[in-house]
Each structure stands twice: as C-alpha cells, then as structure tokens.
C-alpha cells in the first residue's frame, strides 16, 4: 500500500511551504516518525517525519521547491517492509502490539544524535525535564558531551516527557533512544523499572499552542534551523544578534523571514549593533574563584571529599596525557611591546564598537600576526604522522576558550588566512560567546592546524601550555603590562613606560627545534610591533 507524505500545515495563515532538503532518498528504507525532510514556511523552518513506515517509492517535489499546503511531496510504500525485513513478528509481540497499540504509537523516540562524521558516541550530561514535564518542540531537553563539543539538544516534538531511558553521565552510542515523548500528553512509562502506565491529563492543542507562545526565550531554550544558522554564518550575523531578532515562527521561532528582514535592516543601519558581554581581567575572576570554593563544602570533621570529574574534565585529562606522551615538548619564551597596537585599540575602539558591533581586543591582532608568520614557516603549521610531515595549504586558527566553572574547549577559526583584523575580531568573540552558551557545531571545534590560548585574560604573564593534538606548535599569550624598559630614543637608551607582553611558543621538538621556533616567534614579534594602522 501507497501512503501518501504531504506538505503539513505548519499555522494557521501558512499557504504554502518550501522543501529545503531531503534526509531520504528513493528506494531508502523508512521508519516511522523517522525524519525524511526539512521544510521552510514564513513562519517556522522545521524537520517532518515519516507518517509510515516502509520504502521511500516516489519523491514528488524537489530541495528549494515551493508548493501549497497538502499537496503530495512523496509516496511510501509500506508493503516494501516485508522484502527488507521478512521474520514474522512473535506471538508475544503480536499479542503486544494488538493490547496497546493505540498507546505505543503516539510514543516518539529520542535518539542521540550524530554530531559528527568521526562521533559514535555522546554521553548525557544533563537532563533540563522530568518525565511527566510538559516539552514544546525545540525545547531544550538534555545536553550531551561527545569528543568534538558539548551541546543541548532540543525535543523533536510537542508533549510529555514519557519515559527516559539514558541518565545523566551514561554513554551510549549515536542512534540509541534515550527517551520517548507521548504528544497526546499520556505518560506510558516513568522508568526502566517501572512498566504501569500511568495516564496524565491529556492536553488540548489549543492549550499546547498556549503553552509555547508563552515560554520564556531563553538563551538555552531557544533553536535556531539550519536554514536559519546558514543564512547567518553567510550574512555574518553573529549569534547575539539572532538572539536579537524577534521571531514570528511558533513559538517565537527565527524563521528565514525574520532573519532575512534583520539582515536588510541592518545593512540600511535601523538596527543597533548588540552588546557585548566581554569578561574583564580583574573582578570575574575573583567571582569565579569564590563561585568555586562556595561549591565545596566540608561536613564536620571531614578531612577529604571524593567529586567525580565531570565528562568534560575527564577528556580534558586524556587529551592532555595523550599530548605529552605523543609530543616532546619544549618551550621557548619572548617579551613583545605592545605600544602601537595598545595605542592603536585606545583611538578606535569606540568607532569599532559603533560599527561592528563587537569590542576591539589585543587577540585579533595577535591572531593576524601568527597566521602571516605561518605563511613564512608553514613547518609550525604542519603535522606528524609516522614518519612523514603533513604540510598544510591552509590555516585554521584555533581559540582556546575557557568554559566556568572548570572546562576547555577550543574552537577553530578556519582559513584564517583569508581574514582582515575586523572578520577576525568577529570570528573570535562569535566563537568564544557561542562555546561558552553550548552552541558551536562540530565542524566548529575540529581541523586546527595551530592553537592560541591566551592566560593573560586573567592575568598570568607567561606559562606552559601544552600542544593541541596533532599540531605541533601551539603559542601561549601574557596579560598586556605597563613596565619601564629600555628604548633607544635618537641614538641615546633612554627609560620609558611602555605596554609589554610575553609571549611562549610550546612546540614538538621531533619536527621543531629552538631555531625554527625562534625564527617564528621573532617575526611575530616583528610585526607585533610594527604594527601600522
């Protein structure tokens, strides 16, 4: 039997809708509530599921075609089940499915999901509902943690959290179900354990529609499609202006409307570009320190306590021990004066400010003198495996960003080379403020080929640090310091104040030795400090 999949009406003036991809194609098999295709509408971009199982047979319209609501846009062919799968059900199982099949059906199943192409596992770090809580889709329901980035996951669907199947700090692998939503409202499981259903009040969609228009748009709750994120990685609309933009979509949803009508907006210059959020060198830390101390509290008499590391700590800790046991680590160390480009940020920061949107830093500076300085000695950007050195043709820079209350991750500027000291200011607070909100991409934080972790942030004048995995080099920036050195002034040395900073370059002795790694951190230095705006 031919099931027809149409255009679903996604509101109540929604006419029509776009196919913006298809996740199947012809001949693949299907299951139910499977995703198969994206869909675009002026008021929500939104996955759709298959409404039956079996075989894709017929895909009538096209990625990027419109058509009006109701129309046909595939066929599915239920009979083709059999040929792929051809055991016949148990007794039990029939017997199973013919008690309570009008309840197992409206149950929708929550997989772990794919972050990446190397990802086959995610661990769960948090669950944000309880079973029995009402979820509106898109809504933020757990967060997980895999080896490429942590993120939140939003629901697939509207109604209970029925059952979970994963807890907190479990790992399982990409495609597991970790917990299944009833979108009639009936809760059919509470646990693994507990198998009675347990029937809750069964909510009226005008309720449900009720419900999600007045959630609170949080920074944690609120899902953007990829329709929408490619749109604003393309236009450069960083992820505090979408939290900006007001959505008309359910749900307060961005849809390609909204973000398209910012984006013209902004260019006629009716928008104010956001604020940014930039932590300071001195009083946040001394909060995040006492944030921390206030988390550990000792009972009476008690000498030691035994905290479990987290998921994030614990791949920290491998990645680290895996670094030094792969490279033989030296580090070298230099002082850069920092005078003209200090001098340089003071005068125009205001002006950058009013005209990107984002705050002048010393990091882009450095960002830009390290990538011209690889071009000159494309050996730091290389990499070793086995026996050979893997030279790179490109230049992908990555940020080392600290996440509170003790995390690490490092997203990665790609073709950096290609870049100005404004696309890469950008590129830096966009990325830094989207780790530390849960919002990078996979794609996002892999395919460095050289890393800069700045410790002066909070203070500290040099350090250690150690290599990022398989680079070879990675370098180490100081707090920016006002100290009396010695200048030349006309032929004669003469005292003055100036802005000095240290820099330290951790590099793999099997490829990179001291002159190599001394010839590179000099002309970072040089062009530190010729720097000519």
Known sequence: MKVEVVMPKMGESVNEGTIIKWHKKVGDKVDKDEIIFEISTDKVDTEIPSPASGILAEIKVFEQE????????????TDATQEIKPQEPSPETTQEKSTSASQSQ???????PKMGESVTQGTIIKWHKNV????????????????????????????????ILVKEQETVDVGVVVARISPTGYVLKVSREETKPVEMEQQVTTQKTEIIEKKEKTEKSRFYSP???KIAQEEKVSMEELEMIEGTGLGGRVTKKDILNYIEQRKAGKVAPPKPVEPKVTQPERKVVEEVVERVQFAPGEKVKIEPMDHMRQLIMEHMVKSRDTSVHVVGIQEVDMTKIHNYIQKNKDAFFEREGVKLTYLPFIVDAVVKALKEYPYVNASIDGKNIVLKNYINIGIAV?????????????????KNITGLAKSIYD????????????DEVKDSTFTITNYGLYGTLFGNPIINQPEVAILGVGAV???PVVVEVDGQDTIAIRHMMYISLCHDHRLIDGA?????????????????G
Do not use: C
């Open 402 to 418: 600290a996440l509170e209350p003790m995390g690490l991750i490092v997203p990665v500027i790609k073709n950096a080379d290609e």
């Open 132 to 163: 029995g809580d009402k979820v509106a889709k898109d809504e933020t329901l757990f967060e997980i943690s895999t080896d490429k980035v942590d993120t939140e996951v939003p629901s697939p669907a509207e109604g209970v959290l029925a059952e």
């Open 66 to 77: 419109t058509v009006p609501v109701g129309t046909v846009v595939a066929l599915i062919e």
């Open 431 to 442: 990325l830094a403020t989207r780790a530390r909100s849960k919002k990078l991409l996979p």
């Open 227 to 229: 329709l929408v994120l």
């Open 516 to 532: 190599l790694a001394g010839k590179f951190m000099r002309r970072v230095k040089e062009l530190l400090e010729n720097f000519e």
């Open 106 to 112: 409206e149950l929708i199943d929550v997989v772990m």
């Open 481 to 483: 310091t006002k100290k």
